[in-house]
């Protein structure tokens, strides 16, 4: 997934303090610059989500996921969930406060990134282990 942002430092300090993602690689030409982030050591099954900051849009607010459109990132604890919300509401960019919804949803919040991009944490919606018992082998021991 690839998406825009106004300010690439400031967009990787949110989804590294405040999502399991860290910095893969981090690029720059003469339009602008980008960075790759994915979950730490995930070899099997990586998420890459690319950032990308262009010369022409510096200093823009360009959220394009809003104001349900979101990125879902399932962390292992509930504990998880209400952490990550307090850290975000003292950063002033918790969208939705913790809350149970109805299955499939499980115990959410949704952050918003400095961009405006709405970011959902959840734990137990189950999507990932939905996805290997339908797809995969309940075998496979695959880090998350």
Not at 49 to 59: E, T
Not at 128 to 133: E, I, L, P
């Amino acid at each position: 997934m690839a998406l825009p942002t106004g300010d690439l430092d400031k967009a990787i300090d949110f989804y590294t303090a405040l999502t399991p993602l860290v910095v893969v690689a981090r690029f720059a030409d003469a339009d602008g610059e980008s960075v790759w982030l994915s979950n730490d050591k995930q070899v099997e099954t990586p998420f890459v989500l690319v950032l990308v900051s262009f010369n022409k849009d510096k200093g823009g607010k360009l959220g394009l996921l809003t104001p349900f459109a979101h990125i879902g990132i399932e962390v292992p604890n509930r504990e998880d969930v209400d952490a990550l919300a307090v850290r975000a509401r003292e950063l002033g960019c918790l969208h939705w406060e913790p809350r149970d919804m109805p299955d499939p949803v499980g115990y959410i919040c949704a952050l918003k990134d400095p961009d405006g991009n709405v970011i959902e944490i959840s734990h137990n919606q189950q999507v990932f282990d939905t996805v290997r018992r339908l797809w995969g082998s309940a075998d496979v021991e695959v880090e998350s």
